[in-house]
């Protein structure tokens, strides 16, 4: 608890997009001597493991998704094959996915087991933490298992982002919901959580968006590029 000098550590631009800005950022401070970097992002959305995952997450959500509840069942976790989800869709052709997935498990077992299982995951959802239900999650499905046999390193991966959701719910957010939407927000904004090891050592000033540094404390902040005008697309968008 004593005072020290400020060091280049201690120094955050942040930024509300810093799409197409970081680079421009970090060459400018190192021109004038000063380390500067940035964290460059990996998408989540580019890993099939993770498109997985988060189909599953939106599905426990809300099953009333066609899309991703497809995209789980026709996966390693639901093991469905087309045909199988061709005589699913013909228990009703007219309703949601789900409905039919329901009315085919009364004379199924492997629908039912896998609406045994979805159940299973929503119950929990609404009482454990995010990062919990997700350890659960891949207790239950082996999904790191499977998914490192396919692509190397989608073990890492998905402990990444067990570990960012922990981040989450120490930061005061809570629940399924809130982390999917959180998750949503950080693609639209080219902010994903998953980053590249050993871009930033803690010895230089460091660019980064606004929403990715959520949670974090520098003693130096520096707002930039703030007369940037809004975007207000969704608000001409039909409610």
């Known amino acids: 608890k004593a005072a020290r000098e400020v060091t280049y550590g201690d120094i955050a631009i942040l930024l509300r997009s810093v799409k197409d800005k970081e680079d421009i950022f970090v060459n400018a401070l190192q021109r004038a001597g000063i380390p500067a970097a940035t964290q460059k992002a990996v998408s989540i959305f580019e890993a099939p493991e993770m498109n997985l995952l988060l189909s599953l997450l939106r599905v426990i959500d809300n099953p009333m998704q066609d899309v991703p509840l497809i995209a789980v069942l026709r996966s390693a976790i639901g093991g469905f094959t087309a045909d199988e989800l061709a005589e699913i869709r013909a228990c009703d052709k007219s309703a949601d996915f789900y409905t039919a997935l329901q009315k085919r498990g ?90 590249l090891s050993g871009t930033v050592t803690g010895r230089e000033v460091v660019i980064a968006s606004i929403h990715s540094a959520k949670g974090l404390e520098y003693p130096v902040v520096f707002l930039a590029d703030l007369a940037k005008k809004f975007n207000k697309e969704d608000s001409r968008k039909p409610l």
């Open 106 to 195: 009364a004379c199924d077992e492997k629908c039912a087991a896998f609406i045994r299982q979805l159940e299973d995951f929503r119950i929990r959802a609404a009482d454990y933490e995010t990062d919990r239900l997700l350890r659960y999650i891949y207790d239950e499905t082996e999904l790191p298992g499977i998914a490192a046999a396919e692509n190397p390193g989608a073990d890492s991966r998905l402990l990444m982002l067990l570990d960012y959701a922990r981040q989450f719910e120490e930061k005061g957010y809570k629940g399924l919901f809130g982390f999917i939407s959180h998750l949503n927000e950080l693609a639209e904004h080219d902010d994903l959580p998953l980053r």
